[in-house]
């Protein structure tokens, strides 16, 4: 998990080359509150309709959300439902120079009734298919190949999207492996759910779910996910098809991975509330993708798809996934026993997580050495402030050298256990600096919140904050609450301090305003 925390911690963009079958996914909402007259079934009255790429022009946008470049490689009608698919994959930054325009055929459309009952979630209530399953041929195969020739350079992956809809034939599939292995480009495939595979020979990977397994090998997968009872259907795929890995997935209970070069293992998954599986195997190629493109391990690489792929559940229709959402939920799985200590690259990625979903970040910082009463009515305050509350403490170093040799009472790990136990902090995290302004330059949070002891430019990164637009929030401070005063209450030594006029300055008077820092 380290190794894929640091992967993903230094991520890069790659350049994903996708073939396959591109739909148009239109989806029809409406209000569904009454029976029709002349039949028992529901009438839709239609409010709003979206139109959205799928099939693999959904695959396109889950890799450019994991900040993949994206050349996609299909068949269109010339039609309006291929305009739209076309205009909806630029708009996201695909490039689709590389649809083929075939008039003989139209494009895929997936046309979805969604209706709203009783002030309910939106429920799918039906779906009409417009295409042409006919295999690719002639002009319009060569024309695919072609442009699969021009976008091969510089490609770090392929990715063969098969809805067994007749773009995916034969022999497109075979040249493109071909051509992309002699190319020395990796080639990942999610198959069709038919009897014979041997058309994605020499692929690199594949990525069945059980089912479309089951139908391929004709073997039937355990309903319990025995690691060796699903090894024989993933071994019945990995060597008559010459691939590298199988990565077997197996809805909730994750997927398996048989890979030549690691073996067998068996990854599991985090228990959700599935609320629509529309989606889940792009995701899951695409985080594959992402991950091999990015030097990830067949395991780790499996590890992302499945957090990928688990997020995508948990959301109505199709929606890509960000790679920083998918670091984040990693990262909160990693952190599940070791609380909210963060490092600043992983505070880093989490707030871009955060700051994508147009959520504000609220900052705090102090020694809160011996928590009270007065520390907790100012986290309370400073979470009220924003979404995500950050509480950045003083090393045990900085504490000494600020507060004197007695001090911390509690270690820098003790304070900030602590700390995370509170519902209402977020994230803590530990800075060694004299002041925090290099995590304030960093982090850029909407909101600095501090005591309302600390008066006019008193208040470290004050003028940081906001000269770019932030806001600097004092909270009243509760009388006669201070770690100090606490200890002196209590008849402890360490209550006393000695703080010369420098140690002050250096320690509290803000130097943003003219940038001496």
């Not at 098969?162 to 493109?176: F, H, I, L, P, T």
């Not at 959520?359 to 979470?383: I, S, W």
């Not at 006669?480 to 006029?501: D, F, N, T």
Request: negative net charge; contains cysteine.
């Amino acid at each position: 998990m380290n190794e894929l925390l640091d992967k993903l911690g230094s991520w890069r963009a790659f350049r994903a080359v996708v073939v396959g079958d591109f739909m148009l996914d239109q989806l029809v909402y409406g209000d569904a509150e009454r029976l029709s007259q002349d039949a028992p079934v529901p009438v839709l009255r239609v409010v709003r309709q979206e139109d959205r790429p799928g099939g693999a022009a959904n695959l396109c946008l889950d890799l450019a959300a994991m900040r993949g470049e994206v050349v996609a490689l299909g068949v269109i009608g010339d039609d309006g439902e291929g305009r739209a698919l076309r205009r909806e994959l630029q708009e996201q930054g695909v490039d689709s120079s590389g649809l083929v325009v075939d008039p003989s055929r139209p494009t895929t459309l997936k046309r979805n009734l969604i209706g709203l009952a009783q002030a309910r979630h939106p429920q799918k209530m039906f779906r009409m298919d417009v295409e042409s399953n006919g295999e690719l041929a002639g002009e319009g195969e060569a024309a695919l190949l072609a442009a699969f020739d021009r976008a091969l350079p510089g490609a770090d992956v392929v990715c063969i999207e098969d809805y067994n809809k007749g773009v995916c034939s034969a022999r497109v599939c075979k040249e493109v492996i071909r051509r992309a292995r002699a190319a020395g480009v990796p080639v990942l495939v999610d198959p069709a759910s038919i009897e014979d595979y041997s058309k994605y020979t020499g692929a690199t990977a594949i990525t069945p779910n059980r089912n479309e397994a089951e139908r391929a090998t004709g073997l039937k997968t355990c309903a319990e996910a025995s690691a060796g009872e699903n090894a024989k259907v993933a071994r019945a795929l990995l060597e008559p098809l010459e691939l590298d890995a199988v990565a077997l997935t197996l809805d909730r209970h994750g997927a398996l991975l048989l890979a030549r070069e690691g073996g067998l293992e068996r990854i599991p998954t985090q228990a959700r509330e599935v609320y629509d599986v529309t989606g889940a195997g792009d995701m899951f190629l695409a985080g594959l993708a992402a991950g091999r493109a990015n030097g990830l391990g067949w395991a780790d690489s499996v590890r992302l798809a499945n957090a990928a792929a688990g997020l995508e559940v948990e959301v109505f229709g199709v929606t890509p996934i960000p790679i920083e959402r998918i670091h984040q939920e990693i990262l909160s799985m990693h952190l599940g026993q070791a609380g909210k200590l963060l490092t600043r690259e992983q505070l880093m990625v989490r707030v871009a997580a955060l700051r994508r979903a147009g959520q504000k970040v609220v900052f705090t910082n102090g020694c809160f050495d011996v928590l009270h009463a007065g520390h907790v009515a100012l986290l309370e305050a400073a979470a009220g402030e924003g979404d995500f509350l950050v509480v950045a403490i003083n090393s045990d170093e900085s504490v000494r050298a600020y507060k004197g040799p007695t001090r911390p009472v509690n270690t820098q790990d003790d304070r900030a256990a602590v700390l995370g136990a509170l519902a209402v902090v977020d994230a803590v995290v530990v800075y060694d600096e004299e002041t925090p302004v290099e995590l304030l330059e960093r982090l850029r949070p909407d909101a600095l919140v501090k005591g309302g002891e600390y008066g006019e430019g008193e208040i470290q990164g004050e003028g940081l904050v906001t000269g770019y637009g932030g806001r600097v929030v004092r909270v009243p401070m509760r009388e006669g609450l201070s770690s100090s005063e606490v200890l002196r209450r209590m008849g402890r030594p360490e209550a006393a301090r000695e703080q010369s006029p420098e140690v002050h300055a250096r320690y509290v008077l803000d130097r943003t305003r003219t940038g001496d820092r």
